[in-house]
DNA sequence: ACCTGAACACCGTTCAAGT
DNA sequence: ACCTGAACACCGTTCAAGT
């Protein structure tokens, strides 16, 4: 990449994280080109859709998450690693506003930009699901598509203002739900 | 009201019920004023918001719902009541793809036109679970509220195509962890 | 009293013209 | 090779001008 490129991808990404920060991640494209100081043009040709731009700013915290279920899994007893995970990632999307719905729509469509991405953390939820469902501490008849589901359904929630004060009590009953009894 | 404003406002009725069922409830009111062969002011003056347009549509299925809830708390089992009823709300919801949404965003904006409806519907749910309690065939410790979350979620869950194959599974996890056990 | 549609301030996306 | 921003086809919402 040429260097005037690469500083303005750079550029883009910082002032996309900024606006994303804002305004979630349904924020005008123009924009953040506006605010980064760059024609229009120059964001499409960066990032073609909006789902690469948001690729490229969270690939390295998808990795992160996806880690941190190995740590847990390997530093608590499975149950507790499941829930602390499902907390960390419900963590994430809230702050990371609008982005549950592009990813949503990404686990089934593998041209999307955030496909990979979300099969990787649809990946780790399931590893963590299935140690738990083998030590007994979560529902046997329940797969990581379906854990995801669940995931996505809290996630919108929690970004439903009207929402807001009930979250935890909301999420101790789904995680109630996951784990067996 | 003067005849030629009732009939523009029947005839928006229902063209916009024909615009939603076709592409969701975020259809664009300039299309619905345009095939309704109607100034677009004409569309705002009938109705000032989109949410007033929504609930002016949905306003006798929302009181039949609750309607519903009272008819099946008087014919069944108070947990079958409790369940059949969210099933009924959950395909209502997905029969009128975009609703949840800004049904979410009304239940505590007591501004909203679709306020009413949802404060009426959060109570006839509230209902059918307290007696579903009465019965201790519902976990106590949930509220109307708390339920009313959990439809809003599973609704929108219902929305996303990927996870349409789930459904059913999603729904019978989730009204399980409204039932006791 | 009611209707119309231009006007305004926005979008996402593309692409000819420039450097 | 890369950048720019006008151009196009849209939005939601308002409001002066008409009937």
Redesign the pocket.
Same mark, same amino acid.
């Given at each position: 990449?040429?260097a *005037?490129?690469r500083k303005?991808y750079d550029h883009l990404l910082t002032i996309a994280r900024e606006v994303f920060a804002e305004h979630g991640a349904e924020a005008?494209?123009? *924009?953040i080109a506006r605010r980064a100081e760059?024609?229009?043009?120059?964001l499409?040709?960066?990032f073609?859709?909006?789902e690469a731009l948001l690729e490229a700013l969270l690939r390295s915290s998808f990795g992160a998450l996806a880690e941190r279920a190995k740590s847990l899994e390997a530093s608590m007893p499975s149950d507790q690693a499941l829930v602390s995970w499902l907390k960390e990632i419900i963590a994430f999307t809230h702050e990371h506003r609008g982005i549950i719905a592009p990813m949503m729509g990404a686990i089934e469509d593998s041209d999307s930009a955030l496909h990979a991405s979300c099969v990787t953390l649809r990946s780790a939820g399931a590893s963590l699901l299935a140690r738990a469902q083998a030590d007994g501490k979560a529902r046997a008849d329940l797969s990581g598509a379906e854990l995801f589901d669940i995931i996505a359904a809290l996630a919108w929630l929690r970004e439903q203002s009207s929402h807001a004060s009930r979250a935890e009590r909301i999420f101790k009953v789904i995680a109630g739900a996951i784990l067996s009894h």
């Open positions: 990449m040429r *005037d490129a303005n005008a494209m123009r *924009d760059v024609g229009l043009g120059t499409y040709r960066h073609p859709t909006r």
